[in-house]
Structure formats: structure tokens, C-alpha cells
């Protein structure tokens, strides 16, 4: 469980295909407390720590993982979005995240919006249902709020803000026009979705 508050930027050193696909993620935070088995969530994707050093972590990307994520995240040379595992008693700064990515979404529009940045999304109808304005939503690992959402015939475009604190602090900051990344839906609306599918069969 996390809360879509990133805490470093790890860069991918290496990339191999090993059954599953390994990387070796160097970070700027000290990994000595660090178990292996724990959970890191990289740009959005909840992944578990196989091995580490000082200043790395290596981990294993299932083939279903990255079916539903950005290709690109997963090449030497790639800068993630990292999050560790929320503890009990943690402030909960975001929302609830679960790591379990729904999807991509496509930049379609970047505007500056005051000292903020504002970011327009593409994504699928799969995903369309699940976005409310004002509702959360989760881009490559950070937690957002939604400004606004347009639904059209084959796809929806929803809109966020991201202010100059979060475009430092986080990949977000260097994303470009027709860039793809990460979205987790919040986690309420995939369960309202799926009590409202079992009540129209029933």
C-alpha cells in the first residue's frame, strides 16, 4: 500500500531479460533497511525488491506488468518514480494507492497555468468510468487530483495540475506533448465499479 507521494527518483543501470524482465535501479536514498521481499512502487508499479546494495535495488517485471504500463520505464537509462511501502502510523499525505496499474493515458495538451503546469490526459474508455472530477488518480506513481473530464465517442481527456513543488520532486516535470505514463484509477471507484456490474446480473 502506498500514498502517491514520491520520496526519490531512481534511474534504471540496467535492463535484462531473465524469464521475467530484471532491473537494477540506482537511488539516491540508503537502502540499508530494506528487506528483500519489501515493496518499492516504481512510476505507479508496485515491484519487490529481489537484491540490493547501499545505493541499488534490483527488481523482476512480470510480463502482465508491463502489458499494462509504459514500455519505456523499463529500459536502461529510465528515471522512476519511487515510493516505499506505507507503515502504520505514517501520515497518509495522498491516497490510498495500491501500485496495481490500470493502464497508460497520452499527453495530448501541456499549458502553463500560472506558476503551474496544466496537464491534459487521453485514455481509453476501460479506463473513462473511473475518472470524476475532483476525484484522485495516480500518474506514473504521484498522487493527483483530477480539474475536469470530457468524455467523448472512443476515448476521454481528463485534465490536472501540477504545481512547481511536484514537477522538482518528480519525473512529471519532463514530461512532453504525446509522452505516455502510468494511471491507477482510485481504488474506491474500481470496487463501486465492480458492486454495480454484480448487481446488473444479479
Known sequence: MFTG????????EASDALGDLRLRIRTG?????VALGASIACSGVC???????DDWF?????????ARSVPGHWTSGARLNLERALKLGEELGGHIVTGHVDGTAEIV????DGDSTRLLFRVGGDLAPFVAPKGS???DGVSLTVNDVTDRADDTLFSINLIPHTQAVTTLGGLALGDRVNVEIDVLA?????????ASTM
Request: net charge negative; no cysteine; proline share 4%.
Open 29 to 33: 536514498r540508503p537502502l540499508a533497511d
Open 58 to 66: 534490483a527488481v523482476d517485471v512480470s510480463a502482465e506488468t508491463r
Open 109 to 112: 495538451d501541456l499549458q502553463p
Open 137 to 139: 488518480v495516480t500518474i
Open 190 to 198: 474500481r470496487y463501486l465499479r465492480r458492486m454495480q456490474d454484480r
Open 47 to 53: 515491484l519487490t525488491v529481489v537484491d540490493h546494495g
Open 5 to 12: 507521494i514520491v520520496t526519490d527518483i531512481g534511474t534504471v
